[in-house]
C-alpha cells in the first residue's frame, strides 16, 4: 500500500483523520502581487497544457512555475522538491512519491523538517487525490515530528489539476477542506494562500 492507495474512507479508517468540510475556508485571504515574468508564462503555458491534458503537463507547465514564483517571492527562503520519495511508515502506507513537497527549510539538495504542504498534481478529478493528499500530510506530520519540530502546527495540502486548485489543512488530525475551488484565471489569489500556509497564518 502507498499513498496513491488511499481515498477517503481509508484515510479516516486506517489513519485516524477526521474530516471537515468547510465552505469559504480560505476566501478571505489577501491575493498578491505576482510578477510579468508569471503572467507571460502562465498566458503561454496554460492554453498548452490544457490541450495536452495530462498531468504530467499540467504538472510541468502550471504547478511547477506557481510554486516557482512562490520560492522566489519568499527569497529562496523555501525548499521546493518535485517526485521525490517520502516514505514515512511503510507500515501504515505512508510511503511512495509525492507530486511537490515544500520545506520552510532552506536546503535544497535533500528534504529535512518542517514540512509545511504537500501539492498533489492529478489529471482531471480532485475529488480523487484527497485521500492521497491527506495521507501524505499525514506522513509530513509524522516526518516533523520524528525531527522534533514543533513549530510547525499546522500541515497543508493541495489538490490540483493545474487550472483549478483546491486547499486543505491539517491541525491535529483534523483535516478541513475548502470547499471551495480556486481557478488558475487568478493566480495572486492561489499564490496569497501559498505565502499564508507557509507563514502559518491560512
Known amino acids: 500500500m502507498s499513498y496513491s492507495d488511499f481515498d477517503l474512507k481509508k484515510v479516516k479508517q486506517n489513519l485516524g483523520v477526521h474530516v471537515i468540510e468547510a465552505e469559504g475556508l480560505f476566501s478571505l485571504l489577501e491575493k498578491t502581487t505576482i510578477s510579468p515574468v508569471l503572467e507571460e508564462i502562465l ?67 535533500e528534504l529535512v523538517s518542517p514540512v509545511i504542504a504537500i501539492v498533489e498534481a492529478k489529471n482531471e478529478n480532485l475529488i480523487s487525490g484527497l485521500g492521497q493528499c491527506i495521507a501524505e500530510m499525514v506522513a509530513a506530520k509524522i516526518f516533523n515530528e520524528a525531527e522534533n519540530q514543533q513549530t510547525i502546527k499546522k500541515i497543508y495540502g493541495v489538490v490540483t489539476i493545474g487550472t483549478v486548485w483546491k486547499f486543505l489543512k491539517m491541525d491535529c488530525l483534523n483535516v478541513s477542506i475548502d470547499l471551495d475551488d480556486y481557478s488558475i484565471e487568478h493566480p495572486d489569489k492561489i499564490i496569497g494562500i501559498l505565502l499564508a500556509m507557509i507563514a502559518q497564518n491560512a
Open 43 to 109: 498566458a503561454e503555458n496554460v492554453p498548452l497544457a490544457r490541450a495536452i491534458n495530462t498531468e504530467k503537463a499540467r504538472s510541468e507547465l502550471i504547478i511547477s512555475p506557481i510554486l516557482v514564483e512562490l520560492r522566489k517571492i519568499l527569497k529562496h527562503k523555501i525548499s521546493l522538491f518535485s517526485g521525490i520519495e517520502f516514505n514515512v511508515d511503510k507500515e501504515k502506507g505512508l510511503n511512495g512519491f509525492c507530486g511537490f513537497i515544500i520545506s520552510s527549510a532552506q536546503e535544497q539538495l
